[in-house]
């Protein structure tokens, strides 16, 4: 990389200050190596915020996250009826709007410090350009930052399952019998059926070829049971044609809270961070999936960079797209409950 | 592929709703943000305005034109504050086999019958089932059909299904002959071996009440035909709250959803910010009764 000309610091001097001294917050910033964390801590920009002082609206265009160096921040998000309701409080060596960091879609919620803050900001570019460079401690940056996500989403659901007051009217009972099966006779290529999906269009004709390799094809009635809640995370499934659902399981039913189409990648959460499916995930209409094992996945996701970066940004755009719909469902929950009690 | 709109609440300025946010359903004629279909095959209303005269029956204004060009809906627009409303944009595929016309207009509303109804998404093979439908449309709601459209079938079909379509019926009751509509159409594509994804999100509103779904047929299913356009389920979003107007420089309700009094239902938000709408679920209906003077929202899940 060519020397840049010394640039004057973006923020006051006591920031890199506290950068450093907190580096012993955030080993996985040291892992990125001297280079990079110089290179990182020249480019990044730091924000330091009052009490009640805005960090990002909800709906704001995002190119990047925070991390906070020192203090704390709330998050709150607006839900049907323009309430404001918080959503958590993000504290000291923790990461906020990460999501805009997976999918560079607006701010999910709103974050204002709590307290005096101190925050770094880290830009989507500037990490890609890192994982581009085939820098692996990026790429573990931002494993570390969708396992992150993986644990909203979990809380999240556990949010919406809490709620005890919903209509049972939304429930659905899952009737079926029906099994998944091998997939025979295809009409199609299942690599041609990858290329045509415009979800997965970051993946070449090539990498088509691979990922169809790696995976089972299976088709599944509708009905059929893919995974249940609390089981192990032994697959993750790609949709080709049909769709699956993913339900928070209640005592008289399923509370459907994801349909996912074609080109969708199903099963994420609990292959990324190991633990037990959140959701029951069946098939919502005939379909015809690609099976992956957790194996195969984390293999892929590390190997030749093109592919592992095709792969990365598939998998956190579902992710991303998977929180944002929980996020909505809790809001929408929220903002029904309010409308309908008042009613009574 | 159309968009639509639903309102039912406080009464508001038509033009408040169809032309001043961000994203009104008349800038969606070109600029929908959730479709990338233009929408120039006409627009229809049917408005209830409280302060008309026989104010049950509503406003209807149907015009071929390109709305955006329509200065009689302007006009319209500035005049008529309702306090429920259906509102359909409708886009077709661009080629010369479509018949543009006013019979073709949404909501679609028979004289007599309290309840109309716009319908978004398409049935595919409509042709070769149209009548085999027949047979779930009574006598003398099949003779009034004009048109040519799979939608005014979808609402004759529900209008069948209503114990007495002049009269007004509860919003359950509107629910269950819109699910038996989708019941017909279901057992007809079982019958001619359609499998292909056609969704059927339609606002119904009689003035009183207000139902809307988000269905599709087979979802996803193309058969090995390569997927034209979006594999994403048709959308349907909704927002609650009261005063709407333009507060903190967008078009919205506020007071939160416990103030609530007002409900708007459209194929997409209507503003370019959208954290204060969210989605109807997909295989899910919206359901707005009438509670004395309040209102309830239920969202009821659709298994057809």
């Not at chain 1, 974050?111 to 350009?129: D, H, L, Q, V």
């Not at chain 1, 929180?323 to 809790?330: E, F, P, T």
């Not at chain 2, 509509?181 to 499998?195: E, M, P, Q, W």
Request: with cysteine.
């Amino acid at each position: 990389m060519a020397r840049k000309p010394a640039r004057k610091s973006e923020g006051p001097k006591r920031d890199e200050i506290h950068i450093d001294d907190f580096l012993d917050n955030f080993p996985l910033l040291r892992r990125l190596g001297p280079q990079a964390l110089a290179d990182l801590r020249r480019t990044a920009s730091y924000r330091t915020l009052g009490p009640g002082e805005l960090l990002f609206r909800q709906g704001e265009i995002a190119n990047g996250m925070f991390l906070i160096l020192h203090g704390a921040v709330e998050i709150a998000a607006r839900i049907p009826g323009d309430d404001e309701v918080a959503v958590s409080r993000i504290g000291a060596g923790d990461l906020v709007g990460e999501l805009s960091m997976l999918d560079g879609g607006g701010r999910s919620a709103t974050a204002r410090a709590a307290e005096p803050t101190g925050a770094m900001f880290i830009s989507r570019a500037r990490i890609r350009n890192l994982m581009s460079d085939a820098g692996p401690a990026a790429f573990a940056l931002m494993g570390r930052v969708r396992g992150q996500v993986a644990a909203r989403a979990r809380a999240t659901y556990a949010a919406i399952f809490d709620r005890q007051a919903f209509d049972s009217t939304i429930l659905r009972r899952s009737a079926s019998r029906a099994r998944i099966a091998k997939a025979r006779q295809l009409p199609v290529e299942v690599a041609a059926l990858i290329s045509g999906l415009a979800r997965l269009s970051a993946l070449t004709a090539a990498d088509a070829r691979a990922l169809a390799r790696s995976c089972e094809a299976v088709t599944a009635a509708k009905g059929a049971l893919i995974a249940d809640a609390g089981d192990n995370p032994d697959h993750l499934h790609i949709v080709l044609r049909g769709a699956l659902r993913g339900a928070l399981k209640r005592r008289r039913g399923g509370e459907q809270i994801h349909v996912h189409g074609p080109g969708e990648i199903v099963g994420l959460v609990p292959v990324i961070d190991g633990f037990p499916h959140p959701l029951r995930i069946e098939a919502a209409e005939d379909s015809l999936l690609l099976r992956m094992t957790r194996r195969d996945f984390e293999t892929m996701s590390k190997g030749r960079t093109d592919l592992a970066i095709a792969v990365f940004d598939t998998v956190s755009r579902q992710l991303a797209r998977d929180v944002r719909r929980a996020n909505r469902h809790l809001g929408r929950a929220q903002g029904l409950a309010r409308f309908n009690e008042a009613a009574n | 592929m159309c968009r639509m709109l639903g309102y039912l609440g406080a009464p508001v300025l038509l033009e408040d709703l169809l032309y001043a946010p961000d994203s009104s359903l008349l800038k969606q004629t070109t600029d929908a943000q959730m479709l990338t279909m233009l929408n120039l095959a006409g627009f229809g209303l049917a408005a209830w305005d409280p302060g008309s005269f026989v104010p049950e029956e509503p406003h209807i204004y149907r015009s071929t034109q390109v709305a955006v060009f329509d200065r009689n809906l302007h006009a319209l627009a500035r005049k008529v504050r309702a306090g429920a409303l259906v509102a359909h944009l409708r886009g077709v595929p661009y080629h010369a086999g479509v018949q543009i016309n006013e019979q073709n207009l949404h909501p679609f509303r028979f004289d007599g019958v309290p309840l109309a109804m716009a319908h978004n998404g398409d049935l595919a093979g409509f042709r070769d089932m149209r009548y085999d439908l027949l047979e779930f449309v009574k006598p003398e709601i099949a003779r009034r059909i004009q048109g040519s459209t799979d939608s005014e079938w979808l609402y004759a079909l529900t209008l069948s299904a209503l114990e007495d379509p002049t009269a007004e019926a509860r919003p359950d009751a509107i629910l269950t002959a819109m699910t038996s509509a989708l019941s017909a159409v279901r057992k007809v594509r079982d019958r001619h071996g359609i499998k292909q994804s056609s969704s059927v999100n339609l606002i119904a509103c009689d003035g009183r009440n207000l139902v809307a779904t988000r269905f599709t047929f087979d979802f996803g299913c193309y058969g090995d035909k390569a997927l034209q356009g979006s594999a994403d389920f048709l959308s349907q979003w909704y927002t609650l709250g009261r005063n709407y107007g333009h507060h903190d420089g967008e078009w919205k309700m506020t007071g939160g959803a416990a103030n609530a009094d007002s409900v708007i239902v459209a194929s997409e938000p209507l503003t370019r910010d959208i954290a204060t709408w969210v989605e109807v679920p997909e295989y899910s209906a919206l359901v707005v009764h009438h509670a004395g003077e309040r209102k309830t929202a239920q969202l009821v899940a659709l298994d057809v």
